[in-house]
Each structure stands twice: as C-alpha cells, then as structure tokens.
C-alpha cells in the first residue's frame, strides 16, 4: 500500500457527462501528480500540483481540470466526456516539488460508453 | 517520435532467467531515472532511482543509465514468477520546480515457473 488513496475506483458513465476523480496523498506530501494510462498513449503526465499551487502542465485537455485543496486533497474533473477519455487515472503524491519518489495510487478505472 | 522508446514486449522468460530490459530517449535534458513495475490493475510501484549516468544495484535489481547513448537497462537476476509484471521507464529532467515524469510504453514480462 502505497498510502496514496484514491475514489473512485471505477466509474462508467456516459459520453457529454461530467465526473470527479478524487485523490488524497501520502501524510506528508505536498506535491499530488495526475496521470492518464491508455493502452494506446501509455502512461501520460496530466498536471502536478504543488501545496495547492498549479505547477506543471503536460498533455492536459481544455475539458479536464484539477485543483488541491488546503488540506493537500487533490480532484481531476473530467467534462463533456468522450469515448476515447475512457483509461486509467492514477494520482501520485511526492514530498518536494521535484518529486525524486512518486508514490501511486491504485488508480480509478473510467469507461465512458 | 516519442521521447521515450520501450519495447512493449511481451517477454517471456524461464524462472532463475537474467532478464534486461531497456528504453531510449531523445531529450538530453533527462537527468533523472527511474524504473517502476506495475501489477495488473494495479499502480506503478518504484523500483529504482538514478541520477545521471552509472549503476546501481539494490538486491536482484540492476540500473544502468548510459547518458551518451540515451540508453537505460533494468537487469533482473534470478527472476521470479512473482516478478511477472509490467515494467515502465520513466524520466525526468533537472529543474527543481516540477516532477513530471515521461514514461515509456513498458515491458509486459512473463516469467514462467
């Protein structure tokens, strides 16, 4: 167990809807990370927050959004759903901003249909 | 063309095999290196973490990093059925300010009993 939790686990919905990810990190760790895995595209780097600050963008859609709250929680908010949004979503947590050790979460399993 | 390059495999070995696993990359601005092994419907788990170029080794595991080829490997000695996973690259390069990782594809691996 990684420490990292993650809600939900899975999630099917329908294409145009709109969800949210949940995601609370280590006890500790300020930086939470987002990251898609498709098994087209691999595991892929959304967004990194660091205490509640955006620090990093990758390969983030316009319809996605994140933010972390004050006590460190972080949500990725999916909208105007499409088929192929359908892949994993894990969350990963660091101490620092630099992340040397990033610690997973198991992940939450999204299937838009 | 990716930044990362990982054959996806699958590798299929017998157990007690040394199993060499690699990826390339293009960026020289990679200084970080990582190997993460990921269990079905799981998340990824760190396994080793180099900086720069070298080895090192941590119980059957072995990292190399040869920056002026672009080249990492991840050795397994003495490999296990238990070792049956997917192994992901990732890297990232030397600013302070952010922890975003680029993985690879990964490496499906079968080690047969």
């Known amino acids: 167990d990684s420490g990292v939790t993650q809600t939900p686990k899975h999630l099917i919905t329908a294409t145009g809807q709109r969800v949210t990810l949940r995601c609370s990190p280590r006890s500790g760790d300020l930086s939470v990370y987002w990251y898609q895995q498709s098994l087209d595209q691999g595991l892929q780097f959304l967004i990194q927050?660091?205490?509640?600050?955006?620090?990093a963008k990758g390969n983030i859609l316009e319809r996605f959004s994140a933010q972390q709250f004050p006590d460190l929680h972080s949500e990725l908010n999916l909208s105007s759903l499409e088929l192929g949004d359908s892949a994993l979503y894990f969350c990963?947590?660091?101490?620092?901003?630099?992340?040397?050790?990033?610690?997973f979460g198991p992940g939450t399993r999204l299937l838009v249909l | 063309q990716k930044e990362v390059e990982q054959d996806p495999g699958p590798l299929s070995v017998p157990e007690g095999a040394i199993v060499s696993l690699n990826c390339t990359y293009s960026n020289s601005a990679f200084q970080y290196f990582m190997w993460y092994r990921q269990y079905s419907r799981k998340g990824p788990e760190l396994l080793m973490y180099t900086y720069s170029s070298g080895n090192k080794e941590d119980g059957r595991f072995t990292a190399q990093v040869d920056k002026s080829s672009k080249y990492i490997s991840l050795f397994i000695r003495d490999s296990q059925p238990s070792d049956s996973a997917t192994y992901l690259c990732?890297?990232?390069?030397?600013?302070?300010?952010?922890?975003?990782?680029?993985f690879g594809q990964g490496t499906t691996l079968q080690v047969k009993p």
């Open positions: 990963a947590s660091s101490a620092g901003l630099a992340g040397e050790t990033q610690y």
């Open positions: 927050y660091y205490n509640g600050e955006e620090r």
């Open positions: 990732a890297m990232r390069g030397g600013s302070s300010n952010t922890g975003k990782l680029i």
